[in-house]
């Protein structure tokens, strides 16, 4: 099993930045992929970025630019910079996290969310 711990999320002007960040603990592999996602009210779980243990990243389209993901594996965190926050990344945001073991996912972990919430 793995733990996830989220924290950061707020309250903030657009224009604003907000950092998250998600501490993984447990059986965490040496390979996996680490992520953020997001949900807003009344609508599906979204990607924001993925980032592998390698440090190969991935991003949604509506956040290029103005996120980016980070992870320290030594300590089994990943964090979220984001910047130019806009009303519409108003959701609460989700860690994730992926074990890989010869190449296929092995198991599937979430954080309890956290909120970001973005004013005009």
């Known amino acids: 099993q793995v733990q996830l711990v989220e924290s950061g999320g707020g309250l903030v002007q657009a224009g604003g930045s907000l950092r998250l960040s998600c501490a993984a603990s447990?059986?965490?592999?040496?390979?996996?992929?680490m992520g953020w996602y997001r949900q807003a009210p009344g609508k599906q779980r979204e990607l924001v970025a993925t980032?592998?243990?390698?440090?190969?990243?991935n991003y949604a389209d509506s956040v290029k630019g103005r996120f980016t993901i980070s992870r320290d594996n030594a300590k089994n965190t990943v964090s979220l910079q984001m910047n130019s926050l806009k009303p519409e990344d108003t959701a609460v945001y989700y860690c994730?996290?992926?074990?890989?073991?010869?190449?296929?996912?092995?198991?599937?972990?979430w954080g309890q969310g956290t909120q970001v919430t973005v004013s005009s």
């Open positions: 994730n996290v992926r074990n890989v073991r010869n190449g296929a996912y092995v198991g599937d972990y």
């Open positions: 447990g059986s965490i592999f040496s390979i996996n992929v």
């Open positions: 980032i592998t243990s390698a440090k190969g990243t």
